[in-house]
Structures are given as structure tokens and as C-alpha cells.
């Protein structure tokens, strides 16, 4: 079974830094491009962030660029977000995302709430 499962949300205070991971299982994760996308409350989906399949590639959405860093560990089948000096329009549920044997897959996601 493909399953995505995210890691690592709570409540941060504004400036202060948190680390998300995806741990993906049931398919060879080394294969696929995957992406963090985030949802706010009472928005549509936002893309955050990608990265290539051998990580050496990476893209941002402008709204978290310089201050979030994704990254992964084929190895550790897993996927990283790092978020630093974290904003209140940061907050969100945060879900990894990749499409997997053509398939749109999801994770069940991570609350990220940022707040003082």
C-alpha cells in the first residue's frame, strides 16, 4: 500500500522554527519528484515546495522562499521541510504530496500553527 504519513506540526511562537518529515512506504520513493503543499484555514490548497528525485533540484513558492528548505533522505525513504522564522500566514495543515504510479497521493497531513 502507497501511504505518505506527516510528521512534526504544533504551535510555534512567531520567529521560531519548526521541522516537518514524511515518511513514504509502499513505492520506491527515489523515483518521484515530491512536494509540500499547505492548506489555511478556510483556503484552497497552496503549493509550498518541491524537489527532484535525487534532491538535487529544488523550487519554492515566494511567499516561503529564503525561509523554508525542503529536502530528502532516499535512504530513510523520507521527505523534510524545515521552516524558519516561521510567520502567523504560515499557519496551516501541511501535507506531502507526490504522483505516484500516476497517481495524485496525499499524506493525512500536519497542523502548523503559528502563534504568540
Known amino acids: 500500500e502507497v501511504q505518505l504519513v506527516e510528521s512534526g506540526g504544533g504551535l510555534v511562537q512567531p520567529g521560531g522554527s519548526l521541522r516537518l518529515s514524511c515518511v513514504a512506504s509502499?513505492?520506491?520513493?527515489?523515483?518521484?519528484?515530491m512536494n509540500w503543499v499547505r492548506q489555511a484555514p478556510g483556503k484552497g490548497l497552496e503549493w509550498v515546495a518541491d524537489?527532484?528525485?535525487?534532491?538535487?533540484?529544488?523550487s519554492y513558492a515566494d511567499s516561503v522562499k529564503g525561509r523554508f528548505t525542503i529536502s530528502r533522505d532516499n535512504f530513510a525513504n523520507t521527505l523534510y521541510l524545515q521552516m524558519n522564522s516561521l510567520k502567523p500566514e504560515d499557519t496551516a495543515v501541511y501535507y506531502c504530496?507526490?504522483?505516484?504510479?500516476?497517481?495524485?497521493?496525499w499524506g493525512q497531513g500536519t497542523q502548523v500553527t503559528v502563534s504568540s
Open positions: 504530496n507526490g504522483r505516484i504510479r500516476m497517481r495524485d497521493t
Open positions: 509502499g513505492f520506491a520513493f527515489g523515483l518521484y519528484t
Open positions: 524537489i527532484s528525485n535525487g534532491g538535487r533540484s529544488t
